[in-house]
């Protein structure tokens, strides 16, 4: 077996070890952080997971499985599929709890956010007599745009924001009281 230099020696990767493990990292990235992210530990995440562990991974681990007990190789890096389905199926449980951990932060960088949004409003409502209606009108000056969670309603003379936590199964909604300046967690 060859390594990377071409020399022969066993305690160094080969190539395809390493090509294999590029492709493994590769997988790792698609597997846990993009649908982490973009799912963010919402129901939907979950559902797809659980669908693709249960309609995919399981059953080609356990076709795996019956091929090498019929097989009986006497060489068991056949099992490698199945050990690979494995590590599969480990990813997706850990997108699911990196997913979880990304909504914390998105829901907490939207409470931070609303906190510099309200100077703006009130300095906003002191200048034109009423709120935006979008905060898009607004001259923010903090060179950002709102977090994607948040969402901003106003009807002049008040407003209102919420965030919608893709965490909760049915609705689960943060709702800011301008009164009090508190968030509210309105679990429909």
Not at 9 to 31: E, G, H, Q, T
Not at 91 to 96: E, I, K, N, R, S
Not at 172 to 181: A, L
Request: with cysteine.
């Amino acid at each position: 077996m060859e390594n990377l230099s071409g020399s022969p020696n066993k305690y160094l990767p080969s190539k395809d070890a390493m090509i294999s493990l590029s492709a493994l990292i590769v997988a790792a990235v698609l597997l846990v952080v993009v649908p982490a992210y973009v799912g963010m530990g919402s129901l939907n995440h979950l559902v797809l997971a659980g669908a693709f562990i249960g309609f995919i991974a399981l059953p080609f681990f356990f076709f795996t499985l019956l091929i090498a007990r019929v097989k009986r190789p006497a060489n068991w890096g056949f099992l490698y599929p199945a050990e690979i389905a494995m590590g599969v199926i480990a990813l997706v449980f850990a997108g699911c709890v990196l997913g979880g951990k990304f909504s914390e932060w998105e829901i907490a960088r939207a409470k931070a956010a609303v906190d510099r949004f309200v100077y703006a409003l009130e300095k906003f409502r002191a200048e034109h007599g009423s709120y935006p209606d979008r905060l898009s009108g607004l001259p923010l000056g903090l060179g950002e745009d709102p977090p994607r969670l948040l969402s901003y309603h106003s009807s002049g003379q008040d407003f209102g924001f919420e965030i919608k936590d893709p965490r909760a199964m049915f609705g689960g909604v943060w709702t800011y009281d301008m009164e009090s300046h508190r968030w509210e967690d309105r679990g429909d």
